[in-house]
């Protein structure tokens, strides 16, 4: 069994247009938490049916983010297991093409609606259950203004922490936090803009 990569870039349109909905991100940041896993693993884990995501594993397989990772070892039939083409999917800051542009759009409005959906519920909960706002409910938007070495340098340590977040991710605890990160330019500079 080859060794899953550590980072996959996004750079084929098809791969972002395969993300465009919402269940099919949270599958995908699901299975490479958990690992290889079966379907039935895996809809546990998304608190879903397993018939429910057949359609969606499918389609991300086709475009090569989901791989087969081989039958459980141990003997016996099992079912299939399959995991993540890397730990980490990243989009290609260098694509500009129409269409990759699009399709990352749609893909970040699927990504949002999932949080907009995680936050409801994580909301909703709380309201029922009578408990304190946990400390890992947060919401921030800022709008700064960034020279394009300071922007370099932002993107470096969001992949630092980004990295730092998934190698401490610790499946022993039982709480699990989304963090969901959106940073855009608000203009494009025109002619002699500083």
């Known amino acids: ?8 870039v996004l ?22 938490n958990l690992g290889p896993c079966s379907v039935k693993d895996l809809a546990q884990g998304m608190g879903r049916s397993a ?11 086709q ?10 070892s141990g003997g016996g039939h099992g079912e299939m297991l399959y995991e993540t083409v890397a730990e980490q999917l990243v989009t290609d800051p260098t694509q500009t093409a129409p269409e990759y542009l699009a399709a990352f759009q749609r893909s970040a409005a699927a990504l949002l609606r999932l ?11 709380q309201a029922e259950e009578g408990t304190q706002r946990p400390v890992s409910l947060r919401i921030q938007q ?26 401490n991710d610790d499946p022993q605890q039982a ?14 500079p025109g002619p002699g803009t500083v």
């Open 51 to 61: 018939e429910s995501l057949y359609y969606h594993l499918r389609a991300l397989e």
């Open 63 to 72: 475009v090569g983010l989901v791989v087969e990772h081989g039958l459980p």
């Open 11 to 32: 750079s084929d349109p098809a791969e972002l247009k395969a993300v465009v909905s919402p269940i099919r991100h949270h599958l995908l940041r699901t299975l490479a």
């Open 175 to 188: 709480q699990r936090i989304a963090l969901t990160l959106a940073c855009t330019p608000l203009e494009v």
């Open 115 to 125: 949080t907009d959906r995680q936050l409801s519920a994580a909301i909703e909960r």
């Open 1 to 8: 069994m080859t060794r899953r990569k550590k980072r996959y």
């Open 142 to 167: 800022l709008q700064l203004r960034l020279s394009p070495s300071a922007q370099r340098e932002l993107a470096r340590r969001l992949d630092e922490l980004l990295e730092y977040l998934i190698e």
